[in-house]
C-alpha cells in the first residue's frame, strides 16, 4: 500500500484547509483511512478515521465538531476538511490505512502509513 496526503499550508486562525491522501496496492474500499498528527517536540497523535465501506468515523476529542472526513471510493482518495482551525491544530499531517477500526488507531498501531503534509494555524 502507497499513500500520499497533500492540501498542507498555511492559514489563519478560523480558517480551513482540506487535506487529501491518494491510496494505491490494494483494493481501497476494504481499508480505513485516518488521520495522525505531530507538531514539533511532541508525540504523533490520533486525529481522525474513517470506515472503507460503512463511512463509520471516530476523531480525537479535540477535533470533533470541526474536522470531518470523508472518502471517495471511486477516486482512492480519502479527505480531512479541516475547519475553524486553531494554532494547537499545526503540525505534519499523515494518512494511514488498516483494514480494520478500533483501539488500534488510538494506539497508533497501524499497518501502512503515508508521508504527512504539513499544516500551519497563525493566530
Known amino acids: 500500500v502507497q499513500l500520499q496526503a497533500s492540501g498542507g499550508g498555511s492559514v489563519q486562525a478560523g480558517g480551513s484547509l482540506r487535506l487529501s491522501c491518494t491510496f494505491s496496492?490494494?483494493?481501497?474500499?476494504?481499508?480505513?483511512v485516518g488521520w495522525f498528527r505531530q507538531a514539533t517536540g511532541k508525540e504523533r497523535e490520533f486525529v481522525a478515521v474513517?470506515?472503507?465501506?460503512?463511512?463509520?468515523?471516530d476523531y480525537a476529542d479535540s477535533v470533533k465538531g470541526r474536522f470531518t472526513s470523508s472518502r471517495d471510493n471511486d477516486k482512492n482518495t480519502a479527505y480531512l476538511q479541516m475547519d475553524s482551525l486553531k494554532p494547537e491544530d499545526t503540525g505534519e499531517y499523515y494518512c494511514?490505512?488498516?483494514?480494520?477500526?478500533?483501539?488500534?488507531?488510538?494506539?497508533?498501531?497501524?499497518?501502512?502509513w503515508g508521508q504527512g503534509t504539513e499544516v500551519t494555524v497563525s493566530s
Open positions: 474513517i470506515s472503507g465501506r460503512y463511512g463509520v468515523r
Open positions: 494511514a490505512a488498516d483494514q480494520y477500526l478500533g483501539d488500534r488507531w488510538q494506539k497508533k498501531s497501524v499497518e501502512f
Open positions: 496496492g490494494r483494493i481501497f474500499s476494504d481499508y480505513a
